[in-house]
């Protein structure tokens, strides 16, 4: 999806051990998928930041 923000500071971007490549985790129904591929978007609507100092944060 390029255009989109860096997917690569996305939460939802991961490693897959078995396909063995990074994609996308969020988990779309058919409504939510269909929006996001039809309408024009200048960024992900699903992008959260990445994190690890906020996530260490919150362990404390």
Avoid: W
């Amino acid at each position: 999806m390029t255009g989109y923000n860096e997917c690569e500071n996305c939460c939802y971007y991961a490693y897959d051990d078995d396909s063995e490549e990074y994609s996308c985790t969020v988990t779309l129904d058919e409504d939510e998928y269909y929006k996001l591929v039809n309408e024009n978007h200048k960024c992900c609507p699903y992008f959260r930041s990445y994190d690890e100092y906020g996530i260490v944060k919150k362990q404390m």
